[in-house]
């Protein structure tokens, strides 16, 4: 450590006749690269700039399959990155396991990061054998039904406020040739409806036993049996979508050609982008307007650890920048999540998004499944739901099956 | 001139140095990257390694749980039917193309760009435009019912049982070109005399082709197969781009379920098994066909 | 020696045929409208208009605004033609923070293109020139492998790859990313070749063995100006393959190599916020057009590669 601390010194006294102590460039890559994502970005750019350092921009569009490979053979590789974002939770697990990643803990603590960050699960998700190895930046939750004001009322019908009277006004959209729900053709929106109708239909306590105790019986039990029976509703009502991409989906309820759909938070930006406004053009109802619960996964940004010591400064000066009042309000209000810290204010939030503040506030939450369940699961899970979507022959009763043995072999 | 084949050394390494020499990218590459990197990956598919390859060893779990995945099923499924079908338009199309284009044709730059630059577009892209031209709402179904023939139907991409020939579609417009120009660099490889003699004895054109100059070109054939077939086995993103495997799982193919298996799930073990099953079918029919094929006749 | 003055001849004949019309001959073309002309030009301009049909609809759409879009007649021609997608694709649109469109990699792009386009059709022709005439033991079994090697999916190497280059010490830098690009194009490249040349008539190779030419020089005085054709479709292939590369030019170099896909890729492939469809078409096209110029200038090499002469004389 002493060794450490010297060579340090030394090369701050290096630096330091060019002007600026511990100033570094740093390489942040992130999957962040839609208009409004950017903008948001740019506010976290902004705030680490101020500091004297700079942000070096290495955005890669698309998750999953396109960014994350990349990421990690740079961090395997041995020329990693500053920074880089990853869903929190169990995604960069065994690269902090494999030695690669910082350990934030001396910044935790500094910081209180503990005291400050509601709800607690996210920074669990962070921690790995006592130490802490991400920054938490935002909340995204998934159980929202977004609908469109417009279409119900071509159908006649009044604009629901639960599932149930949402499936019963089904008939009279179809009638007047709009489809009811929207589903896009990538599997992991199926999954995804499939979750939410799980906390709405199926409660709080068949979700926590199926996917963080992983009990294969809940998951073959009565109330999933219900969930199974609304999926089946959700299949029917979705019946020519047509459509493949999630915005492509949001679109269909924005131009009153679909009832509603069944997406994150982040669909709310593709409303607002529209023009639209929150209770005039359309409805949000948070987990489906039966349980008002909702779910806390988003993003963090890890650290890879670094031999030059004038970056890891910067890293330390990067994570927490990150958690710093005023960039957690900037950068949420334009990304259209929700702030990790629970005492910072968003007065500028709309309607949908200040629901999500008091389901906050009111400790009405769940764990994502992201950071319950393995990545690998998940894909099953995915493949799955998307098949059950597309295949009306399918019965619930063997889809039920086969979640059960997903659930039963899950890690 | 040293050293070289008949220089009438009878030392056995020293014959052919150049070519030798010359052959030692091409060696390495074979042994370390395909050897090695093959003989790697079927090693970490009886591992349960996720993220990172590690060596904790569980047998042939991933291989029993490959077998019993409805998706990997349907995806070999997939393959078949749309390896069959574009190894036969690929080959049919692109050498009438490029027996049309030798016919000392006008513009033959013109027409050579026009078939081939499907293959310099991006997929995604390429994936988006066929799936707006196939879409029921707004592309040919759309388009021929406005003529008046309301009943017509051809939706492709949303019709679970005919989507893999949606992407057929697509896939034969983006690949064809090459394979004509493959096809007319053999064609212009063939002797003019060959012709001249064709004409002489008053052989048609067609047979002329079938008989004699097909069977010129079965170095050029035997490329063009290893290229498509290739293509074929490795299709993703194609398939990414037009339909995400949809609807449900009834367009996903084999390279698409490892790739998805190795970075979205997370799970190289299961991906890397599913490569090694790959991997083990193209060998099966590769290895003993090019024994024969390349092994067989010497020269030089 | 009089031999090889003969065997240049295929050279002196491309020369030649890179006049205006391309025909292959210097033969006077059939009048136009005979029957068998009419048959020709017909299937070709059908096939050719089966081949336009997308690029239509993706010039069309590039030109139209985005309201104009939502409207959803993907054929019909735009109202009001607009070029701003075109500037937008090239020059402004963002990735993440960086906001100068396609322009910001293309030099990259040429950087990564040219040489591995070269090294790897080079290294490819010089392996099958010596699999097709210079025999050795053993090289069967490695060109076997080789073309196994072809049916693997790319990223299932991702992994070896990085541990190689990382151990070589090139990972991140450009010449590794040029290895990874001659590594994969050379078990195709290298099938090309080798049955290009097992196909020449080997009379042309064994007349030069008796005037006593060694294997560079037959490479280069005899085989290299016979294969124009095959050259120019393993050029095609490579500057493709190379240029439209997304998946090597990211994981094995770092951000100050990034090929002008990386930024494609960020347009196109953006999964939230509004897809702007013109912008997509527009960046696509401008992408492509590379690799199109490519096409076209080259393909005046597409000469008769044989000479009738060549053997006899």
Known sequence: MKLRLLAAALAATVVLPLGIANAADLEVTHWWTSGGEAAAVAELAKAFDATGNHWVDGAIAGSGGTARPIMVSRITGGDPMGATQFNHGRQAEELVQAGLMRDLTDVATKENWKGIIKPASLLDSCTIDGKIYCAPVNIHSWQWLWLSNAAFKTAGVDVPKNWDEFVAAAPALEKAGIVPLAVGGQPWQANGAFGVLMIAIGGKDVYQKVFSDKDAEAAAGPEMVKVFKAADDARRLSKGTNVQDWNQATNLVITGKAGGQIMGDWAQGEFQLAGQKAGTDYTCLPGLGVNEIISTGGDAFYFPLLKDEE?????????????????????????????????????????????????????????????????????????????????????PEDAQKRFVDIIAAAD | MTGQANAGRPNQLLRNLHAKIASIPMILTAVVIFLGGTLWTVFYSFTNSKLLPRLSFVGLDQYERLWAAPRWLVSIQNLAIYGVFSLIFSLVIGFLLAALMDQKIRFENTFRTIFLYPFALSFIVTGLVWQWILNPEFGIQSVVRSLGWSTFTFDPLYNPNIVIYGILIAALWQGTGLVMCLMLAGLRGIDEDIWKAARVDGIPMWKTYLFIIIPMMRAVFITTLVIIASGIVRVYDLVVAQTSGGPGISSEVPAKYVYDYMFQAQNLGQGFAASTMMLITVAIIIVPWAYLEFGGRKRG | MAEVVTLNNPSAKVSSATKPVAGPRGKKPRPLLSPRNIMIYGALLFAAAYYLLPLYVMVVTSLKGMPEIRLGNIFSPPLEITFEPWVKAWATACTGLNCDGLSRGFWNSVRITIPSTVISIAIASINGYALANWRFKGADLFFTILIVGAFIPYQVMIYPIVIVLREMGLYGSLTGLIIVHTIFGMPILTLLFRNYFTALPEELFKAARVDGAGFWTIYFKIMLPMSLPIFVVAMILQVTGIWNDFLFGVVFTRPEYYPMTVQLNNIVNSVQGVK?????????????????????????????????GAVKG
């Open chain 1, 311 to 395: 970056k890891s400064k910067a890293q330390e000066v990067l994570a927490s920048t990150l958690l710093n009042p005023a960039t957690q309000v900037a950068f949420n209000l334009k990304k259209g999540s929700l702030p990790v810290r629970g005492d910072v204010d968003l007065a500028a939030a709309n309607d949908c998004m200040k629901k999500g503040l008091d389901i906050l506030a009111k400790g009405n939450v769940i764990v994502s499944t992201d950071q319950l369940l393995s990545a690998d699961s998940q894909k099953q899970m995915e493949d799955l739901f998307s098949e059950f979507f597309a295949t009306p022959t399918m019965t």
């Open chain 3, 276 to 308: 702007e469809y013109n912008v997509n078409m527009a960046a696509t096209i401008l992408t492509g057009a590379v690799p199109l110029i490519v096409y076209f200038v080259s393909g005046r090499l597409f000469v008769r590669g044989i000479a009738a």
